[in-house]
């Protein structure tokens, strides 16, 4: 049973009315300084720790709770006889329930301007040693570090006079030992990344140990292959317009396979959004890769455009739409089988159309321009740790290296295969006229062979490469690359560069009369 809290928060939102539903419960409030403070601004009866402890908050409050009074009062076990006599004897009190929130360590070092006595000064101990100790002794102590779990508890209390049941504290302590090793694994990453001078700006982005924290959002019945487990774990700080944000309106479970094409299908959607050549985009990706890619005047037309690249591999395909999903895009859409069709909002004759293909799994994803702070790929005993490849070449970067100009036409082609051939697993080459993909050859071992393919491909399709745009997503080694590509019927040609047989590159695309552009930007994708 609660009879006595302890509130102690450096976030002081919402504790207020929380306090003053504890103390209509009947339960007697203590609190630290400043939370006690507040307390009594609004007139509520609250006990300083102080003078629980006799000891003034003491080393700029580096010293509050840390004292047997409090940890007495915390870690004591109701139900063992000694440890009550224990209290008894020192004139200790028990404390049935904790809140709190610690100093915003992360918040302060994401500071440009942070310096490292800053840092240090929000490293919390006392609250740590506070949560700590109550959630170890969660049979008997209630502990809160999150405001959202205010309310659930205060009805608990309330339905059951003031009695917490076992199945709540174990949740509630389950969590704060989640929050104190995220706490301190953002600590040591933070210190294990400054060098010896101290420079706040100058730490490392990639620090001696690296601690991570994710939270899991839901176990697959299977991984990539039915014989492997699998889970899905979101970042604790959402990103926005991150996939993770996704709310599926209907459908079987996301798979494992579902979740990692849909992110393909979602980030490359979302790069059209902008100045990117049409009011809608739409993506079909098929095993990680885009199997057609195109922008229109509205989602229907930008489906119907991308399917034309490569209507076989589409079905069953993951799609996206960087624009709401109409009534138009989802009658014409329902007639192909489709594993997941992302949006970011349904309209209601949408959902009214999806509402009878119940197989088809609906995600809404805000739009947002964030990227993850970090790419992870696990390698034998290690991880692979890189920034994300999240750089878009302006028109302004490039380079022109034929003599002769890309019309503007060519300019728009070439712009539009560009930014397709980021998400192309490598070797990427990708065929593009008019705002969508005619033909797409990736993850080949040879350059030279995914560009036989994306022209097999288009060849496939009936779409003529005649006058197209060809994309390659890192340089041609030799011209026996472009060559193909030329002889595809490409009539520009858009590449980084920066090959040591550039020039033989350069002198091939004179030959051939084409123009071509040099991004002086890779985009191997793995
Ligand atoms: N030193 C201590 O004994 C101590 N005890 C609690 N705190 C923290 O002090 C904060 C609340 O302080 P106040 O109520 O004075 O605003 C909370 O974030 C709590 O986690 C402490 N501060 C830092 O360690």
Same mark, same amino acid.
């Given at each position: 049973?609660?009879?006595?809290?302890?509130?102690?928060?450096?976030?002081?939102?919402?504790? !207020?009315? =929380?306090?003053?539903?504890?103390?209509?419960?009947?339960?007697?409030?203590?609190?630290?300084?400043?939370?006690?403070?507040?307390?009594?601004?609004?007139?509520?009866?609250?006990?300083?720790?102080?003078?629980?402890?006799?000891?003034? @908050?003491?080393?700029?409050?580096?010293?509050?709770?840390?004292?047997?009074?409090?940890?007495?009062?915390?870690?004591?076990?109701?139900?063992?006889?000694?440890?009550? &006599?224990?209290?008894?004897?020192?004139?200790?009190?028990?404390?049935?329930?904790?809140?709190?929130?610690?100093?915003?360590?992360?918040?302060?070092?994401?500071?440009?301007?942070?310096?490292?006595?800053?840092?240090?000064?929000?490293?919390?101990?006392?609250?740590? #040693?506070?949560?700590?100790?109550?959630?170890?002794?969660?049979?008997?102590?209630? !502990?809160?570090?999150?405001? @959202?779990?205010? #309310?659930?508890?205060?009805?608990?209390?309330?339905?059951?006079?003031?009695?917490?049941?076992?199945?709540?504290?174990?949740?509630?302590?389950?969590?704060? *030992?989640?929050?104190?090793?995220?706490?301190?694994?953002?600590? &040591?990453?933070?210190?294990?990344?400054?060098?010896?001078?101290?420079?706040?700006?100058?730490?490392?982005?990639?620090?001696?140990?690296?601690?991570?924290?994710?939270?899991?959002?839901?176990?697959?019945?299977?991984?990539?292959?039915?014989?492997?487990?699998? #889970? *899905?774990?979101?970042?604790?700080?959402?990103?926005?317009?991150?996939?993770?944000?996704?709310?599926?309106?209907?459908?079987?479970?996301?798979?494992?396979?579902?979740?990692?094409?849909?992110?393909?299908? +979602?980030?490359?959607?979302?790069?059209?959004?902008?100045?990117?050549?049409?009011?809608?985009?739409? !993506?079909?990706?098929?095993?990680?890769?885009?199997?057609?890619?195109?922008?229109?005047?509205?989602?229907?037309? &930008? $489906? @119907?455009?991308?399917?034309?690249?490569?209507?076989?591999?589409?079905?069953?395909?993951?799609?996206?739409?960087?624009?709401?999903?109409?009534?138009?895009?989802?009658?014409?859409?329902?007639?192909?089988?489709?594993?997941? /069709?992302?949006?970011?909002? %349904?309209?209601?004759?949408?959902?009214?159309?999806?509402?009878?293909?119940?197989?088809?799994?609906?995600?809404?994803?805000?739009?947002?321009?964030?990227?993850?702070?970090?790419? *992870?790929?696990?390698?034998?005993?290690?991880?692979?740790?890189?920034?994300?490849?999240?750089?878009?070449?302006?028109?302004?970067?490039?380079?022109?290296?034929?003599?002769?100009?890309?019309?503007?036409?060519?300019?728009?082609?070439?712009?539009?295969? +560009?930014?397709?051939?980021?998400?192309?697993?490598?070797?990427?080459?990708? $065929?593009?006229?008019?705002?969508?993909?005619?033909?797409?050859?990736?993850?080949?071992?040879?350059?030279?062979?995914?560009?036989?393919?994306?022209?097999?491909?288009?060849?496939?399709?009936?779409?003529?490469?005649?006058?197209?745009?060809?994309?390659?997503?890192? =340089?041609?080694?030799?011209?026996?690359? /472009?060559?193909? !590509?030329?002889?595809?019927?490409?009539?520009?040609?858009?590449?980084?560069?920066?090959?040591?047989?550039?020039?033989?590159?350069? #002198?091939?695309?004179?030959?051939?009369?084409?123009?071509?552009?040099?991004?002086?930007?890779?985009? %191997?994708?793995?």
């Amino acid at each position: 049973m609660i009879r006595t809290a302890l509130l102690s928060v450096s976030d002081k939102n919402g504790i !207020v009315p =929380f306090a003053k539903a504890l103390h209509e419960q009947g339960i007697k409030l203590i609190s630290t300084g400043g939370t006690a403070k507040l307390l009594a601004e609004n007139n509520l009866p609250v006990v300083e720790v102080s003078s629980l402890t006799k000891f003034p @908050e003491m080393l700029d409050g580096r010293v509050k709770t840390l004292h047997p009074m409090v940890h007495g009062g915390l870690l004591a076990r109701r139900d063992f006889p000694e440890h009550m &006599a224990a209290l008894k004897e020192h004139g200790i009190d028990t404390i049935d329930m904790l809140v709190i929130n610690l100093y915003p360590f992360n918040e302060t070092v994401a500071k440009e301007s942070c310096s490292f006595e800053d840092a240090v000064e929000n490293i919390d101990i006392g609250g740590p #040693a506070m949560l700590r100790a109550a959630a170890k002794n969660h049979q008997d102590v209630t !502990v809160l570090i999150s405001p @959202e779990d205010y #309310a659930p508890v205060l009805a608990e209390l309330k339905a059951n006079q003031n009695v917490v049941s076992y199945k709540t504290n174990l949740a509630l302590a389950k969590k704060v *030992f989640a929050h104190t090793a995220q706490y301190d694994g953002a600590i &040591a990453n933070y210190l294990s990344a400054l060098g010896d001078d101290l420079d706040h700006k100058a730490r490392s982005s990639y620090p001696e140990t690296l601690h991570l924290a994710f939270e899991k959002v839901q176990e697959m019945r299977y991984g990539e292959n039915p014989h492997q487990s699998a #889970a *899905f774990y979101k970042d604790i700080y959402p990103v926005d317009g991150a996939l993770a944000n996704y709310k599926q309106l209907q459908g079987k479970e996301l798979s494992y396979n579902n979740i990692a094409d849909a992110d393909s299908a +979602w980030e490359c959607v979302k790069s059209f959004t902008g100045n990117a050549g049409g009011a809608a985009a739409c !993506v079909i990706i098929k095993h990680a890769n885009p199997c057609g890619v195109a922008v229109g005047a509205t989602a229907l037309e &930008a $489906y @119907e455009k991308a399917f034309k690249t490569d209507p076989s591999s589409a079905f069953g395909g993951i799609i996206a739409f960087n624009v709401p999903c109409d009534g138009a895009a989802a009658q014409v859409i329902s007639k192909q089988f489709v594993e997941v /069709l992302i949006a970011p909002s %349904f309209s209601d004759e949408a959902k009214a159309i999806f509402s009878i293909k119940q197989n088809v799994r609906l995600l809404e994803i805000p739009l947002g321009s964030a990227f993850n702070n970090f790419d *992870f790929k696990r390698v034998g005993g290690g991880l692979l740790v890189q920034s994300p490849d999240s750089k878009n070449v302006l028109q302004s970067e490039m380079r022109v290296v034929s003599q002769r100009q890309p019309t503007p036409s060519e300019m728009n082609d070439m712009m539009f295969a +560009w930014r397709v051939a980021k998400f192309v697993k490598s070797n990427a080459i990708v $065929y593009c006229a008019n705002g969508m993909t005619l033909g797409i050859g990736a993850g080949q071992m040879s350059r030279v062979d995914s560009a036989r393919m994306a022209s097999i491909k288009a060849e496939n399709a009936g779409l003529s490469l005649k006058g197209s745009a060809v994309a390659s997503d890192a =340089f041609f080694p030799f011209r026996d690359g /472009l060559d193909v !590509v030329v002889n595809g019927g490409a009539s520009c040609a858009i590449q980084p560069g920066g090959s040591m047989r550039d020039d033989e590159i350069i #002198a091939a695309a004179n030959e051939h009369g084409i123009a071509m552009i040099f991004t002086g930007t890779r985009h %191997f994708r793995h």
